[in-house]
């Protein structure tokens, strides 16, 4: 199935090269990172995190979405997501390369990670987050690329697939919660250290997810000519509205326990984030106001039934969706992490255009990975018919 990313419409291949500029530019930048340090960054002592760890929490969301689609389609013999598993389980691949690029681009010097692998540590929570994202990885590779072979010969897919996809459900649930535990393990970052950090981290991958793989959907139905299923787009809108819903809920109980208990370390970070501080407002008050604009107005679109089934309404639903989480789980949440610092001042970070052009080059990886693996599906799924 190889072949099939060599034939392409020159528009195709335009693609890739243009996301081959900026992986390009991404590269030469992260060279100069390399030589000069993380104080090409906006990192320093008290802020040891910034905008690529914050999209690595993202991403793993979005990764970990594709059992949104596997778990009707296989448990529950929910027939209308088998058209579109693949794409999700697809989308996998390329987000969960993407969290280990930029753990690599985190790190300074990446060799540095061979010690996790070298030197195992097992009471480490790093150690567990690199044998989840790499069997996740693998549980994708192996079960996306079996499944649409099969698809291909119109043959059905061995018991032993089966095992796996079972698996990759378990697997799913894994990496985010791993993820979150990174955080929530850290008792000196108050704004992390609460107990449904994990179940925040897994409501917003499932809405968040799901709404990112039907707007590429969307684009590719209309590049494509691939029809995506009313009742495919239905089901799959209902869960990300169930999902938004029960994520704005969980942030609503965090500022509530924080204020109504009254505790300062629980309340600085929301302050700083959404009133600022006395020496005035920080740039990522005003993303988490448009962050919250956002959130609000795509679940206004979303309840009611006669807007979410508009598809001309539905789009800008799930963009302002995919934003206003992309803000509170990755520019807020590490932001507020280290506000205040340990040191009780206010941390100021702001990400510098070196990260952010290695971080482009970053999701230029990911979108080429995904744009080769979607044409080897859709011309497959075109070679049998089932487009």
Known sequence: MLEKVL??????????????????????????????????????????????????????GIAASAVMLVLPAYFHGYKHFKKIIIFGEFMAIGAVVMCMLFIVVDMGMPQRMLNVMLHPTPNSVMFYDMLVLIGYLCLNAIIGWKTLECERFQVAYPNWVKYLIYTSVIWAFSIHTVTAFLSQGLPGRHYWLTAILAARFLASAFCAGPALLLLLLMVVKKLAKF????????????????????????????????????????????????????????????????????????????????????????????????LATWIDKGLGLIVGGFAPSPFETWATYAPTVPELLISLGIFGVGAFIVSILWKIAIDVKKEAGTL
């Open 227 to 322: 029809e995506i299923g009313k009742e495919a787009i239905k089901t799959l809108t209902i869960i990300i509205t169930y999902a938004m819903c029960i994520n704005v809920f969980f942030f609503l109980c965090e500022v509530f326990t924080a204020f109504y208990s009254n505790i300062p370390g629980h309340m600085h970070p929301l302050h700083y984030l959404f009133a600022g501080t006395e020496q005035g407002l920080p740039w990522v008050t005003y993303w988490m106001w448009i962050g919250a604009i956002f959130a609000i107005a795509s679940l206004a679109l979303l309840i009611p039934t006669s807007l979410r089934e508009n598809m001309k309404i539905l789009p800008w639903a799930l963009g302002m969706l995919v």
């Open 7 to 60: 034939k392409g419409s020159p528009k195709y291949y335009m693609w890739l090269a243009f996301l081959g500029g900026i992986i390009g530019v991404g590269v030469i930048t992260y060279l100069f990172q390399l030589k000069y340090g993380l104080g090409l960054t906006g990192m320093n002592r008290d802020v040891t995190w910034g905008f690529y760890i914050a999209q690595f929490t993202y991403l793993v």
